[in-house]
């Protein structure tokens, strides 16, 4: 756990559109507030009822990808008898990437190789198609799961001339990879109707909005 009890809290995202001024844009930011996620999140119902986007970078197998994401994939790199949490396999066997997009053309990559950490592991989950940031499941020897992000491309082979990924740069994102995924869809489905659709938000994706505090630029 010493691994977790280092790192801030922050959601780190997309700028979404209503909680900032146009002049100050950034493509990724942190919130040190934000909405809070419902009670039953886990259960991924609002996603399972969420309309498919096929033609999205989320949807399937990038090209870019070292390692796409599935069942058996994420197998291959913990081992057939590793554990994941029950909203990450939940994921992975109902299909349910392609009710995701992103604004940023990010895709689904699992990687080179786990990166080990003190007290447990993380698995590399998503690219920014630029290299921009990337998100990644911690998953704890105890059982604790969360997703953190960083700007480094932990989990690819690097650069020898690379300095090595310590603790500091890692943030925890989400507490559960449910409450990610869910993060994740309503604020790229919040900036799909406001920048590219061109419509109004629903009721809730207003509420949501609203209740978010002011982004700060990543260094």
Do not use: C
């Not at 040190?32 to 039953?40: K, L, T």
């Not at 447990?120 to 604790?144: A, M």
């Not at 799961?145 to 310590?166: E, K, N, R």
Request: no cysteine; net charge negative.
């Amino acid at each position: 756990m010493l691994f977790l009890t280092q790192l801030p809290h922050r959601w780190v995202t997309i700028q979404v559109p209503g909680t900032y001024s146009e002049r100050s844009f950034a493509t990724y930011v942190g919130y040190d507030e934000r909405p809070p996620a419902p009670a039953d999140v886990g259960d991924f119902k609002w996603l399972r009822n969420a309309p498919r986007h096929p033609e999205d970078h989320l949807a399937d197998a990038s090209d870019d990808a070292v390692r796409d994401l599935s069942a058996q994939t994420v197998a291959e790199l913990l081992g057939d008898d590793a554990t994941i949490p029950d909203d990450f396999a939940r994921f992975l066997d109902e299909g349910l990437r392609d009710r995701l997009r992103s604004a940023t053309d990010s895709y689904f990559d699992l990687g080179d190789f786990i990166v080990a950490v003190e007290g447990g592991r993380l698995l590399h989950l998503i690219s920014d198609s630029q290299w921009v940031y990337h998100w990644l499941l911690y998953l704890g020897d105890e059982g604790t799961s969360v997703v953190v992000g960083t700007m480094s491309p932990a989990g690819f082979t690097p650069d020898p001339d690379d300095p090595p990924l310590d603790s500091t740069e890692y943030v925890v994102v989400a507490d559960s990879f449910a409450e990610f995924t869910w993060r994740w869809w309503m604020d790229n489905e919040i900036f799909y109707h406001s920048a590219v659709d061109r419509t109004s938000l629903t009721p809730n994706q207003q509420a949501y909005v609203t209740q978010y505090g002011h982004p700060t630029k990543l260094s």
